[in-house]
């Protein structure tokens, strides 16, 4: 007797044998639908970022919201971006910096990312660094992000892993949060 005459059979109604059946179909067939997810992660800047060299530490202050620098002068951070190798299936599409202005004059944040990434079929690392920057309005904000066509120039570039950045730092300006968007396979 086949499941779906056994279950009938046991006094089930029909919607448990649809439901068993649909449940049931990819397994049968030997073929599972993959599912993915966006996820993001977003690290605050406090935690995540640090003077690059102890003589940029004076004016760099953690806030609930970012890492400040409160003086005149520009400093140079450090942040880490979590993610993992993409065969861990964690490789951004996506890694941003989140920046705001505290001044009552524009100003610019520069920063690089610094990445490891292997193209496909290669058996070597390579390390890219793609420097952006953003203009920022009075008192405004913005952001700064690259995409895996960063790193190679081309479309289908690696996913983006084993990453971080280093900024510029204006005085008076405040690296708030990295942002790091990938997929997650999530099952069927």
């Known amino acids: 007797m086949k499941p779906f005459q056994n279950i009938m059979q046991s006094g089930q109604s029909a919607s448990m044998a649809c439901a068993f059946a649909l449940a049931a179909a990819p397994l049968l067939s030997g073929t599972a639908l993959a599912v993915d997810k966006a996820r993001y992660d977003y690290q605050g800047a406090a935690a995540s970022c640090e003077a690059a060299l102890p003589m940029y530490e004076a004016n760099l202050r953690s806030r609930p919201l970012g890492l400040s620098n409160s003086g005149t002068a520009t400093s140079f951070v450090t942040c880490?971006?979590?993610?993992?190798?993409?065969?861990?299936?964690?490789?951004?599409y996506q890694v941003q910096v989140n920046v705001a202005n505290n001044?009552?004059?524009?100003?610019?944040?520069?920063?690089?990312?610094?990445?490891?990434?292997?193209?496909?079929?290669?058996?070597?690392?390579?390390?890219?660094?793609?420097?952006?920057?953003?203009?920022?309005?009075?008192?405004?904000?913005?952001?700064?992000?690259?995409?895996?066509?960063?790193?190679?120039?081309?479309?289908?570039?690696?996913?983006?892993?084993?990453s971080g950045v280093t900024c510029t730092l204006p005085g008076k300006t405040t690296l708030q949060y990295t942002g790091n968007y990938y997929r997650e396979d999530v099952g069927t």
């Open 80 to 92: 880490n971006i979590m993610g993992s190798d993409p065969t861990g299936q964690r490789g951004a």
């Open 103 to 162: 001044n009552t004059t524009s100003k610019q944040v520069a920063c690089t990312l610094v990445v490891v990434y292997r193209m496909s079929g290669e058996t070597v690392d390579k390390t890219a660094y793609r420097t952006k920057t953003a203009t920022l309005a009075s008192n405004g904000g913005g952001f700064i992000s690259w995409v895996p066509t960063d790193l190679t120039g081309t479309s289908g570039g690696p996913e983006i892993s084993k």
